[in-house]
């Protein structure tokens, strides 16, 4: 059995604790085990059971081995393991991953996703606005490669962190928050096929490679590049399983609506990625009427709901409606704006009904009879077409924090 050559995407800097608990602990037996990993040595920042703070390409490459031959030079710690299981053992042990198994980041395959977007591994992506922590092409790349992405995904994920380093978006917040939120990623024009991206059965769930490693990508960025690790700037109380992926292409073939990037102002045939911080999606279901406003009257109930149970601020929501729900506002000449503007109307609630929820307390802190609407504007409702061709079904994607938050659209790069 050959041995496997692996790259490193953590660039998180731990504190100066953290590393002494990791020094004591034998920092999880990567080199003081039978199991550690070859071509490395005890660095300087070791000795004497000491450690000094330091970034973890310093704390654990003392003896970095050098890039392979005809491969670009990556600025990421490079190691030596058995095979492809330890490889998956060794980012276990250390926390690189989200707990799932890994493609092993090679030398080879990282130069091959950066070759697919025409990048150089120090070409910077984004930068997370609040703490600066600059995002590069080589992290992301490995990301992908660890996700299980094919080469030619990943002009969509560097799409996706490019909308989410936007300030709007408020990366930090959403990802530091106890809410639990995720990216919620919606990819429009001729890449969804180009790649084979699902929009019809089973469109938010396990259906298709390219869906389900796209989202994952972002998840292990988010992990190893910016450090969220639950308990340490993850603070999620619960979050939802939307943190494992959570990425869906729009049904635009079968759809009798202008695609949402077209409506968020990308020029039609561009391909292009929507990102969203949603909370846990709450399906809806009426198959007993063929009047639009009726089906409306469902979903908006849901956001009514929410906004009781959970938050009461407007913002950014998202509609995923499939096809029977799509043919029947189809028939009756219902466009998005028509759904948006309707919603904008009855997605609204009385500050006096948190009392009927538990909320007795808080309820009567300002005035009861203040009417608060899920939407500040027609707008700010995003409705997509994905899901399969039968049931009445449809659902409702809450957003994390009201419009802390908003939804970024942004053009895939060609």
């Given at each position: 059995?050959?041995?496997?050559?692996?790259?490193?995407?953590?660039?998180?800097?731990?504190?100066?604790?953290?590393?002494?608990?990791?020094?004591?602990?034998?920092?999880?037996?990567?080199?003081?085990?039978?199991?550690?990993?070859?071509?490395t040595?005890r660095?300087?920042?070791?000795?004497?059971?000491?450690?000094?703070?330091?970034?973890?390409?310093?704390?654990?490459?003392g003896?970095?081995?050098?890039?392979?031959?005809?491969?670009?030079k990556?600025?990421?710690?490079?190691?030596?393991?058995?095979?492809?299981?330890?490889?998956?053992?060794?980012?276990?042990?250390n926390?690189?991953?989200?707990?799932l198994?890994?493609?092993?980041?090679?030398?080879?395959?990282v130069?091959?996703?950066?070759?697919?977007?025409?990048?150089?591994?120090?070409d910077?992506?984004?930068?997370?606005?609040?703490?600066?922590?600059?995002?590069?092409?080589?992290k992301?790349?490995?990301?992908?490669?660890?996700?299980?992405?094919?080469?030619?995904?990943?002009?969509?994920?560097?799409?996706?962190?490019?909308?989410?380093?936007?300030?709007?978006?408020?990366?930090?917040?959403?990802?530091?928050?106890?809410?639990?939120?995720?990216?919620?990623?919606?990819?429009?024009?001729p890449?969804?096929?180009?790649?084979?991206?699902?929009?019809?059965?089973?469109?938010?769930?396990?259906?298709?490679?390219?869906?389900?490693?796209?989202?994952?990508?972002?998840?292990?960025?988010?992990?190893?590049?910016?450090?969220?690790?639950?308990?340490?700037?993850?603070?999620?109380?619960?979050?939802?399983?939307g943190?494992?992926?959570?990425?869906?292409?729009?049904?635009?073939?079968?759809?009798?609506?202008?695609?949402?990037?077209?409506?968020?102002?990308?020029?039609?045939?561009?391909?292009?990625?929507?990102?969203?911080?949603?909370?846990?999606?709450?399906?809806?279901?009426?198959?007993?009427?063929?009047?639009p406003?009726e089906?409306?009257?469902?979903?908006?109930?849901?956001?009514?709901?929410?906004?009781?149970?959970?938050s009461?601020?407007?913002?950014?929501?998202?509609?995923?409606?499939?096809?029977q729900?799509?043919?029947i506002?189809?028939?009756a000449?219902?466009?998005?704006?028509?759904?948006?503007?309707?919603?904008?109307?009855?997605?609204?609630?009385?500050?006096?009904?948190?009392?009927?929820?538990?909320?007795?307390?808080?309820?009567?802190?300002?005035?009861?009879?203040?009417?608060?609407?899920?939407?500040?504007?027609?707008?700010?409702?995003?409705?997509?077409?994905a899901?399969?061709?039968?049931?009445?079904?449809?659902?409702?994607?809450?957003?994390?924090?009201?419009?802390?938050?908003?939804?970024?659209?942004?053009?895939?790069?060609?």
């Amino acid at each position: 059995m050959t041995s496997c050559r692996v790259l490193n995407g953590d660039a998180r800097p731990f504190e100066h604790a953290e590393l002494n608990r990791r020094v004591a602990s034998g920092f999880n037996n990567t080199w003081a085990s039978k199991k550690k990993v070859t071509g490395t040595r005890r660095p300087p920042e070791m000795r004497d059971g000491v450690a000094k703070p330091a970034t973890v390409r310093q704390l654990l490459n003392g003896g970095i081995i050098r890039n392979m031959p005809g491969t670009p030079k990556f600025a990421s710690a490079v190691y030596e393991v058995a095979d492809t299981l330890e490889a998956n053992e060794l980012y276990q042990r250390n926390g690189w991953t989200d707990g799932l198994p890994i493609i092993p980041p090679t030398e080879e395959a990282v130069a091959r996703f950066l070759a697919a977007s025409t990048l150089a591994p120090a070409d910077e992506i984004g930068v997370e606005p609040v703490r600066r922590r600059s995002i590069t092409a080589e992290k992301v790349a490995i990301a992908a490669v660890m996700a299980g992405c094919l080469p030619e995904y990943m002009p969509v994920v560097v799409a996706a962190i490019k909308a989410m380093c936007q300030p709007e978006y408020a990366l930090h917040g959403s990802t530091a928050s106890t809410g639990g939120s995720a990216p919620f990623i919606v990819v429009n024009g001729p890449i969804r096929l180009a790649i084979g991206m699902n929009a019809t059965h089973n469109a938010l769930a396990n259906a298709s490679r390219a869906n389900a490693t796209i989202g994952r990508s972002v998840r292990l960025m988010l992990i190893n590049v910016l450090g969220g690790v639950p308990g340490q700037l993850d603070r999620s109380t619960l979050g939802h399983p939307g943190k494992f992926t959570f990425c869906v292409a729009e049904d635009e073939e079968d759809s009798p609506w202008l695609p949402l990037s077209v409506e968020r102002g990308v020029p039609a045939g561009q391909s292009a990625v929507t990102v969203l911080q949603v909370e846990s999606p709450h399906q809806i279901m009426n198959e007993w009427t063929h009047e639009p406003k009726e089906i409306l009257d469902t979903y908006a109930a849901a956001i009514r709901g929410n906004m009781l149970t959970y938050s009461i601020w407007e913002g950014n929501y998202a509609f995923v409606i499939p096809r029977q729900h799509r043919e029947i506002f189809a028939a009756a000449g219902w466009t998005k704006q028509n759904i948006r503007e309707y919603i904008f109307e009855v997605a609204r609630v009385k500050r006096g009904e948190w009392r009927s929820v538990g909320k007795t307390t808080v309820a009567g802190r300002k005035d009861e009879e203040k009417i608060h609407r899920a939407l500040r504007s027609p707008d700010d409702l995003l409705v997509v077409a994905a899901g399969g061709p039968a049931g009445g079904f449809g659902a409702i994607l809450p957003p994390w924090y009201g419009k802390k938050s908003l939804a970024v659209t942004v053009p895939i790069a060609a």
